[in-house]
């Protein structure tokens, strides 16, 4: 599975910015997609998961009832809507894919690409 991000950019804080991944592979639909996030200085970590049906999610507490993840699978994209944006969300995101579902990073077998995102205040 290969994995390209994109839809990034600079918003303000309070706007909303909707990003894509566009997946090549006919297995897609069969693996969990997930986002993570990088800031300068600091790990990677988690977002959000969507099963290959997207009748299940998973979010971390930092943008629950902020960010909502969704995907098509005749379209092979998975996107990331994120709405209510903050500074601290500031950061280069990632989509990823993996079989079974976890929230660690080292534990995904495939990464697209990061696109930035930054939120000013």
């Known amino acids: 599975v290969q994995l390209q991000a994109y839809g990034g950019g600079l918003v303000q804080a309070g706007g909303s910015l909707r990003l894509s991944c566009a997946a090549s592979?006919?297995?897609?639909?069969?693996?969990?997609m997930g986002w993570f996030r990088q800031a300068p200085g600091k790990e990677r970590e988690f977002i959000a998961a969507?099963?290959?049906?997207?009748?299940?999610?998973y979010f971390t507490d930092f943008v629950k009832g902020r960010f909502t993840i969704s995907r098509d699978n005749a379209k092979n994209t998975v996107y990331l809507q994120m709405n209510s944006l903050k500074p601290e969300d500031t950061a280069v995101y990632f989509c990823?894919?993996?079989?079974?579902?976890?929230?660690?990073?080292?534990?995904?077998?495939?990464w697209g690409q990061g696109t930035q995102v930054t939120v000013s205040s």
């Open positions: 969507i099963n290959w049906t997207g009748g299940r999610t």
């Open positions: 592979g006919r297995t897609f639909s069969l693996y969990y």
């Open positions: 990823a894919a993996t079989r079974p579902m976890t929230t660690v990073p080292n534990e995904w077998n495939y």
